[in-house]
């Protein structure tokens, strides 16, 4: 099963700094997504990218965030400004398979905001 | 609004005995119901994916069932191993425009402990 790989593994900020975390699917899909999991709390959808484009976004991916596919094959999600909230598991998910919604996810991204 | 309920909160079990699992869902329009392993730190693992029509789904030794009337699903995990502790994780997919674009909606977790 191709995977899905994520940098970095952990990230460690201040408070107002920007962080950028970035996905690599090894598979060409036009779906991707990014996940949000707070430490002890169940994992929140952030957003959806289809085409290069924002398919679809939850209330928490406000202005403070930006998902970009800079050079055709990564994906990252930006936040910038992080506050010590922002401090959480980052998840990206590609489909498993082309033409179904099951999901696959990378190992995560640890974000720490001090 | 869209809901996912999980029970227990967490379980702690022996070594080689049966589990079940539950989630009650409140998610319209729904596509389908997945089951998903999550170890600490780690990102969650698919187990099971079950649509409309079906009922019940194994993998192993993990059987997820499914009553789209009244929307509860169940995972029974069977002859139980250590490497079994994790949490498990209900995730209800409900499409929300076309193209096959879809959004997950997750519980909580059952937080599983296996112990010798």
């Known amino acids: 099963e191709p995977e899905v790989t994520q940098t970095p593994s952990h990230q460690v900020t201040q408070m107002g700094q920007e962080v950028i975390l970035r996905c690599v699917p090894i598979?060409?899909?036009?779906?991707f997504y990014w996940y949000r999991q707070i430490l002890g709390q169940k994992v929140e959808f952030l957003v959806s990218?289809?085409?290069?484009?924002?398919?679809?976004k939850s209330e928490i991916f406000d202005d403070q965030f930006s998902v970009e596919r800079p050079d055709g094959s990564n994906f990252t999600l930006k936040i910038r400004s992080t506050k010590l909230e922002d401090s959480a598991m980052y998840f990206c998910?590609?489909?498993?398979?082309?033409?179904?919604?099951?999901?696959?996810f990378g190992p995560g991204t640890r974000l720490t905001v001090l | 609004k869209n809901q996912v309920e999980q029970s227990p909160q967490s379980l702690i079990i022996l070594e080689g005995k049966n589990c079940t699992l539950q989630?009650?869902?409140?998610?319209?329009?729904?596509?389908?119901l997945r089951w998903y392993k999550q170890d600490t730190g780690r990102g969650p693992v698919s187990l099971t994916i079950?649509?409309?029509?079906?009922n019940t789904k194994s993998n192993g030794r993990y059987t997820a069932t499914l009553d789209a009337d009244t929307k509860q699903s169940s995972l029974h995990i069977t002859a139980s191993q250590l490497s079994d502790s994790a949490s498990y994780i209900c995730?209800?997919?409900?499409?929300?425009?076309?193209?096959?674009?879809?959004?997950?909606?997750f519980g909580k977790g059952t937080k599983l402990s296996v112990i010798p």
């Open positions: 998910a590609r489909p498993r398979l082309a033409g179904t919604n099951e999901q696959f």
């Open positions: 598979s060409n899909h036009l779906y």
């Open positions: 990218f289809y085409n290069n484009e924002i398919s679809e």
């Open positions: 989630c009650n869902y409140t998610v319209s329009p729904f596509s389908n």
């Open positions: 079950m649509t409309f029509s079906e």
């Open positions: 995730v209800v997919s409900h499409s929300y425009s076309g193209a096959g674009s879809y959004q997950l909606t």
